[in-house]
């Protein structure tokens, strides 16, 4: 492909069709270009509502996606429900380029690679091993402690396919259930005592890197309630994610807008714990809070276009997800007095159907003191109801 | 039609398709709803590709018109060629309420009507008078000075259905050229010595009013070609600009988004020129340059939301149009760095054929100091090729 320029009848195509896929593409027509879908989904994806483009079909029919690429000029993803090899395939057939990468998403969709990669780099890992019998498992749980994780060394998203193994008795059956027995890499992973968790985006392409601030990502009951951005820790120790996070998507080669989660543990050490090839939620505050939002960053690292300032519109930034409380055709309640809020932005995702726990929005509050942002988000959050 | 809450499935519909729905439409994918469009163009608007539901037809064919509107749940207009009877038939017959109203448009399309509100309302015009006659015409001229201008009292945008008039010679060939032999109601109006030209939008709905900044719009050759906010005058005379904006949608009794333009005076004097019932031009720096840009403002009133901070996020902003330099397909050259500067925002409209003049983008740049924004914003502008 030559030298991107922007023109309008350029054309990117998503793989997926979730809300990710939905706040990229409010960037891209930012630009001008046209987008388009292919999803595996049965249609209803809000983004759908948002252009004439869409195919459904499976991520592992490469003659389909093959088709669908041609149509583009670039293609990107949302997810990774992908395999590198159907993506390498897709992009050889189609001449389309695929960003990230074949050759990026490789280093990650693999567990064990992916750790291994940034390792190399330099970048301290949650501890973990590659298990092959059920003995080397209560091996890893007697080093480590109890309890810790199981994964599949491929797949894995958003906390499935992973197994907790509690002691030495539950680790045959974990390791069954995640196909140890029929041949599946397994890696076992240590669980860290962490004081807290944090986050980093990085937008890397040709033209250059940008880092967003280090966040802080707020969990309860393992569901990622709130975001603080910057994370209210130590400047050092921001700076030194942010530095991770910069040395991890070189280690990937990577081009297009990455997210990566670390551990601060108690006694003040990083440990990179997940990566992302897309944008992520722990970014939404950037939409707002940011001179460039992951999303447009995201557009233009795919586009190799200049990347923007991730430099922070007011000193503190809160981001609450707006997670359903109902069973009910989605709709929004009690939504006025965030919404009249100075610098108060309601984002609602458009899912015609709401579930309790789904992610049906955020609301992202800025300002300059900590406490009083966090409180008053907490406040609208808690009286939205959807 | 009920209280209107935040639905998955609430359907907004635009009447018009060009640059002013494709930007609203931005925002109101923001809440999750879905946009459609009724078009009286051939297709290829920038804004169909962004949505599955377009509708060609006539802005005259109430039939059409009414069948569309009843698959929306409300409807609101991005342009002014439309009449407000059609408007109340179709918000009759469908049911559908229509922001703004057929009421309020009325008291605009018609240039006589609008200049006699405002002025009940205490708020100076441009000197104007109904001519029915050359000879009133030519009296006209020799009262208020020459050369002046012809309007048809209905219809009239960006510049189009006027007729400067030089000299008393010229009068009837301009009273015909409007339809003044026809019956068509004309009138006459002065021109303005005028230092600068003034623009503020005006959100209103029934949770109240938010004014913006008072704009100073700069024209080359009757273009607009850039928009400084706020305007470099005395605050008192913005603070007057603003208070006259409100009064004037108060005497609308307007819901939706609504633009104002001002003549100030050599002699310190603020006269209204122009309304317009929509987002406007002088407010695309709103999008960057404010906390609520007029889009999102337009969407929350003609939805009956809160309506939004106009709070500026810098001291200083400036908007460049961004105006075809090539008769060719549309593409953009030389943007890279305007890209990369920090808080420098190019907004590309998607059109696919570029053409000499048109209106084919427009780049926002946010500062501190007016004359370093705005010598780097001009500086990109003529460096941007499209």
Same mark, same amino acid.
């Given at each position: 492909m030559s030298k991107t320029n922007l023109r309008a009848d350029f054309k990117l195509g998503y793989l997926g069709a979730g809300q990710l896929a939905r706040m990229s593409a409010l960037q891209a027509f930012r630009y001008g270009i046209q987008i388009g879908l292919y999803t595996d989904?049965?249609?209803? $994806?809000?983004?759908?509502?948002?252009?004439?483009y869409s195919t459904t079909g499976s991520f592992d029919d490469t003659e389909e996606l093959t088709a669908f690429a041609s149509e583009y000029d670039i293609l990107t993803l949302e997810?990774?429900?992908?395999?590198s090899l159907v993506l390498r395939e897709v992009q050889e057939q189609s001449g389309t380029p695929i960003y990230p990468s074949p050759s990026t998403f490789a280093k990650i969709e693999n567990k064990l690679i992916e750790k291994q990669t940034f390792e190399k780099a330099g970048i301290p890992v949650t501890p973990y091993a590659l298990v092959g019998t059920v003995e080397e498992i209560q091996k890893f749980g007697n080093k480590h402690g109890w309890p810790f994780v199981l994964k599949s060394s491929k797949g894995g998203y958003d906390g499935y396919g992973n197994e907790t193994v509690?002691?030495? $008795?539950?680790a045959e059956a974990a390791y069954r259930a995640l196909g140890g027995f029929k041949g599946h890499k397994i890696i076992a992973e240590a669980f860290i005592d962490f004081s807290k968790e944090l986050a980093v985006q990085v937008a890397r392409n040709e033209t250059g890197s940008v880092v967003y601030p280090c966040c802080e990502t707020i969990q309860e009951n393992h569901i990622n309630t709130a975001v603080i951005s910057p994370a209210p820790i130590d400047p050092e120790i921001r700076k030194e994610a942010q530095k991770m996070a910069l040395s991890a998507t070189e280690a990937l080669d990577a081009r297009g807008l990455f997210a990566y989660e670390f551990f601060l543990t108690e006694d003040g050490n990083l440990l990179l714990n997940e990566s992302a090839p897309r944008p992520h939620n722990s970014g939404?505050?950037?939409?707002?809070?940011?001179?460039?939002?992951q999303f447009e960053n995201h557009v233009r690292a795919v586009m190799g276009l200049p990347l923007g300032s991730t430099e922070m519109r007011k000193p503190v930034v809160v981001m609450m997800n707006l997670l359903g409380?109902?069973?009910?055709?989605a709709k929004v309640n009690h939504f006025r007095k965030s919404m009249a809020q100075v610098d108060g932005h309601l984002h609602v995702y458009g899912k015609l159907q709401s579930k309790i726990g789904r992610k049906m929005g955020h609301y992202t509050l800025l300002g300059d003191d900590l406490e009083a942002v966090y409180a008053q988000a907490k406040e609208y959050a808690e009286q939205i109801q959807l």
């Open positions: 989904r049965s249609g209803n $994806e809000p983004v759908e509502f948002m252009t004439p997810n990774e429900f992908l395999s509690n002691n030495p $008795e539950e939404h505050y950037t939409i707002e809070g940011c001179i460039t939002s409380k109902y069973k009910r055709k």
